[in-house]
């Protein structure tokens, strides 16, 4: 039916950059809202940003200022600009989005997730 299909995580330095790709695949019709959340070892998953098909966005306050969402829905792909890494922000990061499907159903669908290490 649909994929989700992450990209972009790996080890980074505190204070350095990644950048994290999500490309939705299959019997798409539209594409609501499109997220990346996270989960860090010991933790419950949480949001880190969402972005709507209108471009509206939302971050979460451990992030404001240092990550931004964006996406091209021509590609059915969102991004995750991540600056000024912390070790805190160490977790695996999933592609989350609503998805209305060819027959016109609307459901929700996550992507496998990616790992993101900051560490010296």
């Known amino acids: 039916q649909v994929q989700l299909v992450e990209s972009g995580g790996g080890l980074v330095q505190p204070g350095g950059s990644l950048r994290l790709s999500c490309a939705a695949s299959?019997?798409?019709?539209?594409?609501?809202?499109m997220g990346w959340y996270r989960q860090a070892p010991g933790k419950q998953r949480e949001l880190v940003a969402a972005?709507?098909?209108?471009?509206?966005?939302n971050y979460a306050d451990s992030v404001k200022g240092r990550f931004t969402i964006s996406r091209d829905n021509a590609k059915n792909t969102v991004y995750l600009q991540m600056n000024s890494l912390k070790p805190e922000d160490t977790a695996v990061y999933y592609c989350?989005?609503?998805?209305?499907?060819?027959?016109?159903?609307?459901?929700?669908?996550w992507g496998q997730g990616t790992h993101v290490t900051v560490s010296s």
């Open positions: 972005i709507t098909s209108g471009g509206n966005r």
């Open positions: 989350n989005a609503d998805i209305r499907i060819l027959t016109m159903a609307l459901l929700n669908y």
């Open positions: 299959g019997s798409i019709f539209n594409i609501y809202t």
